[in-house]
Structure formats: structure tokens, C-alpha cells
């Protein structure tokens, strides 16, 4: 195992990132910009999808979590796909799917075909940040681990806050097309950008892939979602709801049983056995529910309650994005200086508080209240995120990367879609039973962000164990250093 964050000393003044380092950071940012942008690009658009295309909002829900479910389904072949072809190679085919997917759903005539090219583009998408990650790791090394990860990680975090400004101006100006149809030029450059810029790789043996462990793993994630998703309409104990998360539990600890016994799995899970990856990913799992899952809620609210417009509505978010953007600049560094369990654990103190304002949210709440409260959850999420990815990538080896990358990402996709399912379901759910007028639907979004509170809490608990881990190390990194001190004291001393 390498050394863990914290190994690092604050008066070590730090290793420069190098000019290769920041052209590959160029080109993964880039990539995991348009494939994050996505997720939540659409948010401002989901009443004029609904109202143009004829369907509820239960099913145009599927447009969100669709492109999330794609995105968790192909990341675990990430691994195997980059020995089998080479990461490099891997990277461009990810771009040059994405965009495609991108132009088909701009013509796109019905919520079903939406979705259908919603799943070919977050194929794509999700190939882009694991595959981008392994490169940026490899070439960076864990010294550096931090900083490089920030550069991605503000990516992760402030696209999908300020994919609804950009949402809102397109809707507007051009037409829910364009939402999709501006991923076609960006996806242009970004290949000419990797053809240039990343580093040749060779591939290399990848045995068979697993289609057993994909055959479990990827219906028991949609199983799971789908069943959540159906609690918008149907009752917790009836069938539709009960049958479909039952059956997506067992596949996914069926494929976890499976790939304990088998020594090449579609997704390592013996590196839960370290325990810097296994309380880093539960943390990346939980801020993907609550970040992920949460931005769906807000532009509703602009919306539905507040009358306002798509531009408007985009605008209204950009506080949150604002704050994270604060905090990217500085996690990196700070995590590489005082470790990730630390930084993460402060992250998600800082978001869990500043949650707790839209508990209280009125249907004539302050937009400056409002706006400062996103401002410092961005803040906190921005803290969070970065010593997550970090450790997670630092305390392995470097033939491990290849394996955890894809890990890491699924758990933080599968967060985000289970997040959008469970917090749409409330919310359809309390609006439901809430009172006639604003006062009441200001109620049922109210009531709907306990629900948010409780899971950014939940990451706590990771962040809380990742810090013991790490003190742990440290703890036992100083008593191997004095015993060395020690012995080499003895050998200078004549008996």
C-alpha cells in the first residue's frame, strides 16, 4: 500500500505538477465537464420536456436518472476495457460516443426515444471520468494527488451546478434541442485536444471480461432505481415497488458474493479491504446522493413556486457553484497538507449545516437568504469532494488504479441516481398530501430536504472513519520511524 495522505509533512513545500501533468488535467476536465454538465443540464428543462412531449413528471424523471443508470452501468468495464484496448484509446472512443448520443437527442421526438439517447450518451459519459481519472493518476503520483484531483474535482462539482444557467439560456434562446446539440462542438475540440495532448499506452492482458458479473450488477442497479422511482405512484408495500428493489438487491449481493470468489471481477471489491478506499468510496457514495441527488430540487422550486423563468432559474443556482468553485482552489492543497479525513469531515459539517436553512423554505423566502445558504453548502461540498477522490486513489498501488477508478465511480453515480429517484419521490409525495397554495407546496420542499439533511449526514460517518484511519497510520508511520532512529543509534554506539 502506498503512503496515505497524511504522510506528507506541511513544511514540505510541494512537488510542481509539471507541464505533462496539466495537459492531461486539460483534456480529463474537459471530458468530465461535458459527462457531469449533463446530469443536471437538463433539470431547468424538465417542464417543457414534460409540457412538449406529453408526460408526466414521474416519467420524464427517467431523462435524469436514464443518463445516471448508463453512466453506473459501464463504468465497471472501465478497468478491464482499458487493459483490453488502452486507456488512451478507451478516452477517445468514450468522447466520440458522448457526442453522438448528444446529436440523437436532439432529435429525439418522444420521452421513450429522449431516453433511449440519453442512455447511448451516458455511455459515453461514463466512460469519461474513470478512464480520464486512471490517466490523470498515473501520471500525477500520490504526492500530487491532491492538487490534480481538485483540478477535476471542480469540474465534478461546479458543472452540474451551473448546468442549469446554461440549461436556463438555452431553453430560452434556442429551444430544449440545444441543451444536447452544444455538446456537439465542445465534443469536437475535446477530441482534438486528446489526440494531442494525452500519452501513448500500450494494451495490455485483460483476460475475458466478466458477463456474468455484468449481467448481475447492471439489472440489479436499474432494479433498485426503478423500484424507487415507482414509489412516486404506487404504494411502499405494493408490488411495483417491492419486486423490482427486491430483485435488484439480490443481483447486486449476489455479483458482490461472486466477485469475492473469482480472481479477475467486473468490479474488485477486495479493495474494500483497505480501509483509506473502502471509507473514501462510502464517503463518494453519500455526497453523490446528497449533491446529485438534491440539484434536481431547487430548480423546481424557482419554477413551480416562484414563477420564475429557465435563465432565472439557472441564475438563482449559481450561488452554490460559486461557493464550491471557493473551495476547489483550496482543498487539493489542503488535503495533501493535513490529510482527507480531516478536510472531508470539516466538508461535511459545513454542507450538512448549511442544508439545514432550506429545511425552513417558505414559499416567500429571501432569494439573499436563499443564495447565501447555497453559496455555503457549495462551499462544503467543494471541501468534501476533493479528499474523497484523493485518498481513495493515494493509499493504493499504483496496479490498482486501473480497479479502483471504476469502483469509485460507480458508487458515486449509483449515489446520484438513487439520490434523484428518493428525493423526487418525496417530494412527488409530499405535494401530494400538501395543503392547496404556495404555503403547502412550500410545505412539501420543505419537509423534502430533512430528507437531503439525513443523507449528507450519513456521510459523516465515512468521513469520521477515514480520519481515524488516518491518524492510525500516521501513528504507526512515527513509531516505525523511531524504532529505525533507534536501531541505527545502536549500530553507531560500540557495545
Excluded at 394 to 410: E, F
Excluded at 420 to 435: G, I, P, S
Amino acid at each position: 500500500m502506498s503512503s496515505p495522505v497524511t504522510a506528507h509533512d506541511p513544511r514540505t513545500p510541494p512537488e510542481p505538477l509539471g507541464r505533462e501533468v496539466v495537459s492531461v488535467a486539460i483534456v480529463v476536465v474537459l471530458g468530465a465537464v461535458m459527462s457531469v454538465l449533463d446530469t443536471t443540464i437538463v433539470n431547468v428543462a424538465l417542464e417543457t420536456l414534460a409540457r412538449d412531449l406529453g408526460s408526466p413528471l414521474a416519467d420524464i424523471q427517467w431523462i435524469v436518472t436514464g443518463y445516471l443508470l448508463a453512466l453506473a452501468a459501464v463504468i465497471p468495464i472501465t478497468g478491464w476495457a482499458s487493459r483490453r484496448w488502452g486507456a488512451r484509446r478507451l478516452y477517445l472512443t468514450a468522447l466520440v460516443l458522448f457526442t453522438a448520443g448528444s446529436a440523437l437527442c436532439a432529435l429525439a421526438w418522444s420521452t421513450p426515444s429522449l431516453v433511449a439517447a440519453r442512455v447511448i450518451q451516458g455511455a459515453g459519459g461514463g466512460l469519461l471520468l474513470p478512464v480520464g481519472q486512471m490517466i490523470l493518476a498515473r501520471a500525477a503520483g500520490p504526492q500530487r494527488m491532491g492538487r490534480v484531483m481538485g483540478l477535476v474535482g471542480v469540474a465534478v462539482v461546479m458543472a452540474p451546478i451551473f448546468g442549469p444557467v446554461l440549461g436556463g439560456v438555452l431553453l430560452e434562446s434556442a429551444g430544449w434541442e440545444w441543451i444536447f446539440l452544444i455538446n456537439v462542438p465542445v465534443g469536437a475540440v475535446a477530441v482534438v485536444a486528446a489526440l494531442r495532448l494525452l500519452p501513448h499506452d500500450e494494451p495490455q492482458e485483460a483476460g475475458r471480461l466478466d458477463l456474468a458479473g455484468m449481467a448481475l450488477l447492471a439489472p440489479g442497479l436499474v432494479g433498485i432505481t426503478y423500484g424507487l422511482a415507482e414509489t412516486a405512484t404506487h404504494d411502499l408495500a405494493s408490488a411495483p415497488v417491492v419486486l423490482p428493489l427486491l430483485a435488484g438487491a439480490v443481483l447486486v449481493v449476489a455479483f458482490a458474493l461472486r466477485a469475492l470468489r473469482i480472481p479477475r471481477p467486473l468490479l474488485d471489491v477486495r479493495l474494500f479491504q483497505n480501509g483509506g478506499f473502502r471509507n473514501a468510496s462510502l464517503l463518494t457514495f453519500a455526497l453523490g446522493a446528497a449533491m446529485f441527488g438534491s440539484m434536481i430540487l431547487l430548480p423546481l422550486y424557482f419554477q413551480t413556486l416562484r414563477g420564475e423563468s429557465a435563465t432565472a432559474t439557472g441564475l438563482l443556482m449559481a450561488p452554490q457553484g460559486v461557493g464550491a468553485a471557493l473551495a476547489m482552489f483550496l482543498s487539493g492543497r489542503l488535503t495533501e497538507r493535513y490529510g482527507g479525513g480531516l478536510i472531508a469531515t470539516i466538508g461535511v459539517v459545513v454542507t450538512a449545516v448549511a442544508t439545514i436553512p432550506f429545511a425552513f423554505i417558505g414559499a416567500e423566502t429571501s432569494y439573499v437568504l436563499i443564495g447565501a445558504a447555497m453559496v455555503v453548502r457549495g462551499i462544503g461540498i467543494g471541501i468534501a469532494f476533493v479528499p474523497a477522490m484523493s485518498v481513495a486513489f493515494a493509499v493504493l498501488r499504483p496496479d490498482q488504479v486501473g480497479d479502483a477508478s471504476p469502483q469509485l465511480n460507480t458508487l458515486q453515480r449509483v449515489g446520484g441516481s438513487l439520490g434523484t429517484a428518493l428525493f423526487t419521490v418525496v417530494l412527488q409525495h409530499r405535494l401530494d398530501d400538501a395543503a392547496p397554495g404556495a404555503a403547502g407546496a412550500a410545505d412539501g420542499f420543505a419537509s423534502t430536504y430533512w430528507w437531503v439533511l439525513g443523507v449528507t449526514l450519513l456521510a459523516l460517518l465515512p468521513a469520521l472513519r477515514l480520519l481515524a484511519v488516518e491518524r492510525a497510520a500516521r501513528r504507526a508511520t512515527d513509531a516505525e520511524a523511531v524504532e529505525e532512529a533507534q536501531e541505527t543509534l545502536r549500530e553507531a554506539v560500540p557495545a
